[in-house]
């Protein structure tokens, strides 16, 4: 049985996220991804200036973890952003409940920064 790092075992007991995995994940949006954003996630937070912000902070802290992260820690990043973004989702287009996941991520991402 895989276990998961805290902030997932929380989104998963409490509320739920998501967003497109990639390397550049979170670099500021732009009025073009929001034009093609797929995901009531995605449009909310393309929406909402306050989700907005947070997705920003969200992805510095990611892409700092990820600059600095080597071998099996860059893949379980990846991995943990693969869960994160699935969860996300699951708010739909609820502002509370996609404040809650992004707010749990960037903390967990904040406690464990790159050295």
């Known amino acids: 049985m895989r276990t998961y790092p805290p902030f997932v075992a929380a989104l998963i007991a409490g509320t739920v996220i998501l ?3 990639s390397e550049g994940y979170g670099q500021d949006r732009s009025i073009k991804d929001c034009r093609t954003a797929t ?4 449009v909310a937070v393309c929406g ?3 989700l907005a912000r947070l997705d920003r902070e969200l992805g510095r802290l990611y892409g700092q973890h990820f600059s600095a992260a080597t071998g099996v820690n860059k893949a379980q990043l990846k991995e943990d952003l693969r869960v994160w973004l699935a ?3 699951k708010c739909g287009s609820r502002q509370v409940c996609l404040n809650k996941i992004y707010q749990a991520f960037i903390d967990y991402l904040k406690a464990s920064r790159p050295k």
Not at 39 to 42: E, I, P, R, V, Y
């Open 19 to 21: 967003m497109h995995i």
């Open 39 to 42: 995901t009531a996630a995605d």
């Open 48 to 50: 909402d200036q306050q």
């Open 87 to 89: 969860e996300r989702d």
